[in-house]
Each structure stands twice: as structure tokens, then as C-alpha cells.
């Protein structure tokens, strides 16, 4: 179990950096996209972590900002530009 839990934390650490540097660099609507959908994934993982060691502040943190980035998601890559 510590070494699942080691590898959701790293996953969703080395995942969050990514992402946040994506969104960052500004470069488009689909990076910029794509840069949430990898947040997402991170939310994901450190969200089951949190479950498994029962860590409810972090768990609740990423439950969030899963729908933070889920709406990122959206308005970067599924609605339509200019609505």
C-alpha cells in the first residue's frame, strides 16, 4: 500500500507541474486545454491518495479542484469560442 500510495503522490505531483506549466506558457486554447485535462488526472491521484491514507483536507482540496479543472476543460476544449 506505501508504495501505491508513493507513486499516486508522485504521479500526481510530476502531473500538477506539467499542467501548471502549460497553462502558463499561453501558447492557445488547446495547450492551454490539454494543460487541464493533465490537471485533472493529477486531481484524480492525489484525490485516491488522500483516500488511502486518509488525508481529508487534501482529499477535499482536489475535489475542487477536479471541478475547477473539469470547467477548464469545458471552456478551453468542448464550448464553442465566443459564447
Known sequence: MD?????????????GMAAAFMVSLDLG???????????????ICW???????QDWALGTQNIV?????VFG???????KTGV
Open 29 to 43: 486554447r488547446r495547450l492551454t486545454g490539454w494543460g487541464f485535462v493533465i490537471f485533472v488526472g493529477s486531481s
Open 73 to 79: 476543460v469545458y471552456r478551453y476544449l468542448v464550448r
Open 3 to 15: 508504495t501505491l500510495v508513493e507513486t499516486l503522490k508522485w504521479a500526481a505531483a510530476i502531473s
Open 65 to 69: 479542484l477536479f471541478g475547477i479543472n
Open 47 to 53: 484525490i485516491s491518495g488522500a483516500l488511502l491514507t
